[in-house]
């Protein structure tokens, strides 16, 4: 059964670090990968899909790198905001040779904090 | 831009009794989805619905829940006779096609039984 787990659980930095959040999934036979933000009570927001035959995708400030033979994603988010505050999902779609309808499984989550 | 909908955003009912959950998924979107998430828990995945049936459905996803899209518009989960541990947000998702991969979530309905 494929887990996920996000590392750190929470994490607090002043405004303009670059950061890394860590992603890790326990089988590496996915489809792709998705990152999201979920702001407090509110859905949840898709920031980056890496399909499993991809290195990496940027958007913005945004940049998620995928090594699916490790099981590893990273999130790299570069001059952090106070905007950015939110907690960051990984989310993982299993291998199927179709790209069926399979739902996704997620890891619990980076709460981070942007201190302005 | 097109979003997916939710209704209505908060729900509280007894225990035993059944809700039901609504979503208007983006129009021209295919592929549709229900999720759950118990509070401090990680986002977990009910069922998936393609072509009027269901897809892949997750063990969480028993006898007591049922999916239906009753219309062009419209996806509902029902839940039948709820129990104390079905509180939770619920997140409905639609994808538009088998080529795009990205699942677009709405808002949630917050579920509180009592």
């Known amino acids: 059964k494929q887990e996920v787990t996000q590392i750190p659980a929470a994490l607090s930095v002043p405004e303009g670090e670059n950061l890394v959040l860590n992603c890790s999934f326990t089988?590496?036979?996915?489809?792709?990968l998705q990152w999201f933000r979920q702001d407090p009570g509110k859905g949840l927001t898709s920031l980056l899909l890496i399909q499993s035959s991809q290195r990496e995708q940027t958007s913005g400030r945004l940049n998620a790198s995928l090594d699916k033979s490790s099981g590893r994603s990273t999130l790299y988010i570069a001059a952090s905001q106070p905007g950015d505050s939110a907690t960051y999902l990984c989310a993982v779609k299993r291998g199927y040779s179709g790209g069926g309808a399979d739902g996704l499984t997620f890891g619990k989550g980076t709460h981070l904090i942007i201190q302005p | 831009e097109p979003e997916v909908t939710q209704t209505p955003s908060h729900q509280v009912t007894q225990m035993g009794q059944e809700v039901i959950l609504r979503c208007v998924p983006i129009s021209n979107h295919l592929y549709f989805y229900w999720y759950r998430q118990i509070l401090g828990q990680k986002v977990e995945f009910l069922v998936s619905f393609y072509n009027n049936e269901i897809s892949e459905k997750s063990e969480i996803f028993d006898d007591q829940f049922s999916v239906e899209r009753p219309d062009g518009s419209n996806f509902t989960l029902k839940i039948r006779s709820t129990k104390l541990e079905d509180s939770a947000m619920y997140f409905c998702?639609?994808?538009?096609?088998?080529?795009?991969?990205?699942?677009?979530f709405g808002p949630g309905t917050r579920l509180t039984v009592l």
């Open positions: 089988d590496s036979a996915i489809y792709n």
């Open positions: 998702a639609s994808r538009e096609d088998r080529v795009a991969d990205t699942q677009y």
